[in-house]
């Protein structure tokens, strides 16, 4: 009865939900609901259901959008009450992920955070990280040069030296460097507390208040552990900056333009701001590794799976390089490196749905982070009613799988973005889904963007990528194949990897990258 008469006060025309599978009483949708590779389920809903799927699972509502339209509408227009994020007391409250602009509720303090962030993180903010990018392409390129079968580990160390420079100016160690070690604990933790099921706790927070000497409270002492670590996270790198600060010796760096702009040690905004600027500068290893890494081994799959775009990419780089090293000014000369880094970001997409992944709910298997969009308020929309605390999905795969837009879509074809052989202004980009939607679409998409730009064309003006020879000495047809723990990352595959020329050879070997 109270179920009823909560319903009939909240939805009083009685309007239906949105269709989808309805499964059974009580457990709802729980068997149908995909357990692996969600997306692809949820792309054959739309096909049945139309572009928009609603279930429910042990009461918890969802909500799949599955065109532009439907996101655009919900995303967009209506940001106000679908920009939230499911409460998560484990990850947030408990283990201390409170500094992860990712996860924060809608509202004041998001904002903060958020337009904090976007100060330092939009194209043209000083400091300027392109510099820090550049050389790290090039360390890269040495690394790949002296040991090219460890290339997903020098994608590792590459991605965490350009965001721990960038947002600190720490140059990190090769091996054992403990702030990396930190963060990438604290990578795991946050996966980990993803799977719901795994933590009563979100599901009861009351559960708090049972004291820790009680059994079955295990999860206390998981909390703790992760929200030390998530302190030394935030506050080490943060700290080190300010003591450099005082020494007069710090390099430029997101935290120290952040510290550089506090107000003086009195004022009663002080400590405000400065938690503030602690969890911007801390909140990109968290956002960003994970993400990087997944499309930097996409790319080194993809060229090895598709020679003939490798080709004309290299081609187009000889023609505007001329033996030289890319820099940021010649991105707008290469229209067909830029046409496959757009395809990249389509072909294979590194958060398939957006950031709602199933696990939220109950998927073990298939363990993914989960942190899509939430309803923060009732809702009718097309004729239907959306209650609040509805998980909002935009499922990113079928947008950009769409053959009406674009054509063979599980092809790798970067010249579906050309015309005339210049990029075409009329396309539909990825971006349009590859980086969510609405306010929390991805404020770090410019420096993604650019670190992927000039890894690629550095390692493509100067390597050939090709797959592994089998026993019989012929290239092995190597197979996409996705997995992984915050984002869908190929799973482990050999690739050949040799420098272009001799020529190559000895000018990554005489790079003088003092200077930059
Ligand atoms: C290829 C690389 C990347 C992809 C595909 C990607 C994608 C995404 C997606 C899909 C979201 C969720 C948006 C939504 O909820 O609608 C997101 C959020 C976010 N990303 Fe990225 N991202 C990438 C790299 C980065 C990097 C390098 C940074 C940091 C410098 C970053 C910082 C963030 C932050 C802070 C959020 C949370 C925004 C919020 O909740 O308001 N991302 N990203």
Known sequence: LQRYLVERKANPRGLPRPPGPK?????GALFEQPLQNSWLTYDNWFKRYGDMVYF?????PFLVLGSLRRTGDLFDKRSSKYSDRPPTPMTVEHMKFDYALAALPYGYSWRRHRRAFRQHFNPGQVPKYDGTQIKEARMFLRRLLNAPDEFAHHIHHLIAAIIMKVSYGITVQETDDPYIF???????????AGVTGRYLVNTFPAMKYIPSWFPGTGW??????????NQLVSVKPFEFVKQKIA??????SVASALINGLPAKRNPNREDEENVAR???AVSYLAGEDTLASTFLSFFLVMCLYPEAQKRAQAELDHVLNGRL???????????TNALLHELNRWHLVLPSGMGFLSYQMSVIDRRTAIPHYTSEDDEYDGYFIPKGTIVMGNSWSILRDPDVYSNPDSFMPERFL???????NAQYPSVAAFGFGRRVCPGQYMSDSTIFIVIASVLSNFDIRPPLGDDGKPVQLQPRFGGDLSAHPLPFEARIQPRSSKVVEMIRNLDLSGL
């Open 23 to 27: 499964g059974y009483p009580l457990i």
């Open 279 to 281: 969890n911007v500068a």
């Open 182 to 192: 930190r963060a990438q604990e604290a990578n795991k933790g946050f996966t980990d």
């Open 326 to 336: 890319p820099e940021f000014s010649d991105k707008s000369s290469l229209p067909y």
């Open 247 to 252: 020494e007069g010796t710090a390099s430029p």
């Open 419 to 425: 015309k005339d052989g210049q990029l075409d202004p």
């Open 220 to 229: 206390k002492k998981t909390a703790k552990y992760y929200a030390g670590i």
């Open 56 to 60: 429910e699972v042990l009461g918890q």
